[in-house]
């Protein structure tokens, strides 16, 4: 019996490579999703039998984890059983990137949700070509706007430190 739920239609997403397919279609997309972010780039030995407090079902939920061992376990390509977890950061950034811009998030939210959350750097330049077929979000009405407000003062500070620096510029120059 598959957990794995249904996608949303609005959303066109990239195949998970590797392992990570596998799981994706044996247990769902965001099981798979936590499973890359969890154990992306390393090697990950999958047991038979999945007890509630193994790091896999500590990632993806003990009733997943028990899906996945009873498929993958101690079958792994590697010498000792164990499964090479592809990165996946491409697919990842793809996937998460439109989904948070289909759910009406701007450029700017949508790279700081990748980057504190995820742990994948990104840049709104990338997130605006990887959601350029998305229509635009609409903007909140209660939101205030910050377009048209006035540039704030310069800093005292960094004006005093160019000044201090002028004057050392002034004395150097005479003596």
């Not at 079902?57 to 499964?83: D, T």
């Not at 990165?87 to 701007?106: F, H, M, P, Q, T």
């Not at 742990?119 to 609409?138: I, N, Y």
């Given at each position: 019996?598959?957990?794995?739920?249904?996608?949303?239609?609005?959303?066109?997403?990239?195949?998970?490579?590797?392992?990570?397919?596998?799981?994706?279609?044996?247990?769902?997309?965001?099981?798979?999703?936590?499973?890359?972010?969890?154990?992306?780039?390393?090697?990950v030995?999958?047991?038979?039998?999945?007890?509630?407090?193994?790091?896999?079902?500590?990632?993806?939920?003990?009733?997943?984890?028990?899906?996945?061992?009873?498929v993958?376990?101690?079958?792994?390509?590697?010498?000792?059983?164990?499964?090479?977890?592809?990165?996946?950061?491409?697919?990842?950034?793809?996937?998460?990137?439109?989904?948070?811009?289909?759910?009406?998030?701007?450029?700017?939210?949508?790279?700081?949700?990748?980057?504190?959350?995820?742990?994948?750097?990104?840049?709104?330049?990338?997130?605006?070509?990887?959601?350029?077929?998305?229509p635009?979000?609409?903007?909140d009405?209660?939101?205030p706007?910050?377009?048209?407000?006035?540039?704030?003062?310069?800093?005292?500070?960094?004006?005093?430190?160019?000044?201090?620096?002028?004057?050392?510029?002034?004395?150097?120059?005479?003596?």
């Amino acid at each position: 019996m598959s957990t794995a739920r249904r996608p949303d239609p609005r959303i066109r997403r990239r195949r998970l490579p590797g392992l990570l397919g596998q799981i994706e279609d044996l247990v769902g997309y965001e099981a798979a999703e936590r499973f890359a972010v969890t154990f992306g780039g390393q090697e990950v030995y999958i047991p038979v039998v999945c007890p509630a407090g193994h790091p896999i079902a500590k990632a993806i939920g003990h009733r997943r984890a028990r899906e996945v061992c009873a498929v993958f376990g101690r079958q792994g390509p590697l010498a000792n059983g164990s499964y090479s977890v592809p990165v996946a950061d491409v697919e990842l950034k793809w996937n998460i990137a439109r989904a948070l811009r289909l759910a009406g998030k701007s450029r700017n939210e949508i790279v700081r949700t990748l980057r504190a959350r995820y742990g994948l750097v990104s840049t709104t330049t990338a997130v605006s070509q990887l959601t350029s077929d998305l229509p635009r979000p609409e903007p909140d009405p209660a939101a205030p706007d910050h377009r048209h407000r006035a540039p704030p003062p310069p800093d005292p500070t960094l004006w005093e430190y160019g000044a201090l620096l002028a004057a050392r510029r002034q004395r150097a120059a005479k003596g």
